[in-house]
């Protein structure tokens, strides 16, 4: 169900539900301290079009007073033990760090590479965008042990009795499974093939948001994006037990989103996350199948435009 946010409210009355509306007009109405997690991904300093909103690319300086805007809300938002992530590209890296940085304490950027990307005569191909990991106090959480990546070991080395060192030989091949570091590599953009993938341009993989999701919550934490798109963070919280809260001004991808979490009661998979194990990418075959089916659906297949579900 869609919501409304005119007046103060509790974190009962909008629990697990999204709120298509202004986020500017919803934030002085959202109760302080609630949030364990916030996952941000802005309009970034360009010229796009969002199903007919426009934002409008402007100078950094500018584009750090609108960053101004509604990053101190989020602290006042967070719980003392809550962290936040920002999405930016390298136009809008800085200033997003200089805002974080007078409100939380900034722990690292993420530097994850799209994939995809156009290539340039004059100038390297853009294919990388950042996330900054921030926190409101020393105490948060970190759960590194649930965000480790799976690899292939090209250069399976052995003690001087033969055994494997730091990697398992296994039926699909010899892997070895690393700390999670900040250069992510394993993700893949959503494309048409995808269950996951929607028509909304800047839409996130899940598995991105696994990954922060899993790092920086824990089962039954309550998570808030600002600005949810195509709903993949509240999604994804449904997915691995989590609570949430998302804000979207745009009916119809506020609709989309409310599509996307139906289908997530009958498939908790997310791609490229299996048995508790993020692995790089092009591995589908090496992984099992990790997928949950649907039960009593006579479609082989759920998803965003499922004919069994129009048909009823």
């Known amino acids: 169900m869609l919501r409304h946010v005119h007046d103060k409210v509790t974190m009962e009355d909008i629990l697990d539900t999204t709120v298509c509306q202004d986020v500017f007009t919803v934030l002085p109405n959202l109760p302080s301290d609630t949030f364990d997690l916030i996952v941000a991904d802005p309009p970034y300093n360009l010229t796009k079009t969002f199903n007919g909103n426009t934002f409008r690319q402007t100078t950094l300086d500018q584009y750090e007073i609108w960053l101004g805007l509604w990053i101190p809300e989020m602290r006042r938002l967070l719980k003392p033990s809550g962290s936040i992530y920002v999405c930016g590209d390298w136009r809008s890296s800085a200033a997003i760090h200089r805002v974080l940085l007078a409100h939380f304490t900034v722990r690292n950027r993420i530097s994850w590479e799209r994939e995809k990307g156009r290539g340039a005569k004059t100038n390297w191909k853009n294919n990388t965008e950042d996330i900054w990991f921030a926190t409101v106090s020393e105490d948060y959480v970190f759960n590194v042990d649930a965000v480790k990546l799976k690899r292939r070991v090209v250069a399976p080395y052995t003690d001087r009795n033969g055994k494997p060192k730091d990697w398992r030989q296994t039926d699909h091949g010899r892997f070895r499974t690393t700390h999670p570091s900040n250069i992510w590599t394993d993700l893949t953009v959503p494309f048409w093939s995808m269950p996951e993938n929607t028509d909304h341009p800047t839409q996130k993989p899940e598995k991105l948001l696994a990954k922060i999701i899993l790092a920086s919550s824990n089962v039954g934490d309550v998570l808030f994006d600002p600005f949810l798109g195509s709903g993949t963070?509240?999604?994804?919280?449904?997915?691995?037990?989590?609570?949430?809260?998302?804000?979207?001004?745009?009916?119809?991808?506020?609709?989309?989103?409310?599509?996307?979490?139906?289908?997530?009661?009958?498939?908790?998979?997310?791609?490229?996350?299996?048995?508790?194990?993020?692995?790089?990418?092009?591995?589908?075959?090496?992984?099992?199948?990790?997928?949950?089916?649907?039960?009593?659906?006579?479609?082989?297949?759920?998803?965003?435009?499922?004919?069994?579900?129009?048909?009823?």
Not at 277 to 304: A, H, I
């Open 233 to 312: 963070t509240s999604v994804v919280a449904k997915k691995l037990g989590r609570h949430f809260l998302g804000v979207e001004i745009d009916q119809e991808f506020c609709c989309l989103t409310q599509r996307r979490l139906e289908l997530a009661e009958i498939d908790q998979s997310i791609q490229g996350y299996t048995n508790g194990v993020f692995w790089e990418r092009n591995t589908l075959s090496k992984q099992g199948n990790g997928r949950k089916p649907s039960t009593g659906d006579t479609c082989d297949e759920p998803s965003l435009f499922d004919p069994c579900k129009m048909a009823k």
